[in-house]
């Protein structure tokens, strides 16, 4: 009985190591991608690599769109180089424009741009524009 419990426990041992480390190397695989599905069968989309030509003010304003159902559920802004106190307001009145909306009127929805921000919504509505087209055609 002993024994058979050392077997069971080794078994299981062994098996959640091989789940953590699939689990790890499908991370890291992911981390180079530009769609990532997520286990609740969210997609996330990086315009890291997809607008690297798209600038704001002073940088690159690459987005993480989460799609779920084929409907934007937010945008998210990733590490950039502009003004923090402009690109604040670009987070706050532009990036929500989305929420919401299947990515068929999200990628045809004009976008006013901020007043004093407009070459960073401008570059954030073009990662758009670029992240969904791509989400669309490799969904």
């Not at 502009?82 to 690109?87: G, L, N, Q, R, S």
């Amino acid at each position: 009985m002993k024994k058979s419990f050392i077997n069971i426990a080794m078994a299981a041992v062994v098996l959640l190591s091989s789940v953590a480390m699939m689990q790890h190397a499908r991370a890291a695989v992911n981390q180079d991608n530009v769609m990532t599905k997520m286990a609740d069968g969210t997609v996330i989309v990086n315009t890291t690599s997809l607008a690297k030509d798209v600038r704001g003010y002073n940088s690159a304003t690459p987005l993480k769109i989460h799609i779920k159902n084929n409907k934007v559920v937010k945008v998210e802004a990733l590490r950039n180089r502009e003004t923090p106190k402009y690109f604040a307001v670009v987070k706050r009145e532009v990036l929500v424009k989305w929420d919401g909306m299947t990515v068929s009127k999200a990628r045809k929805m004009k976008v006013d741009t901020t007043t004093g921000a407009t070459l960073s919504s401008n570059a954030v509505v073009e990662n758009m524009h670029r992240g969904l087209d791509y989400y669309k055609t490799h969904k």
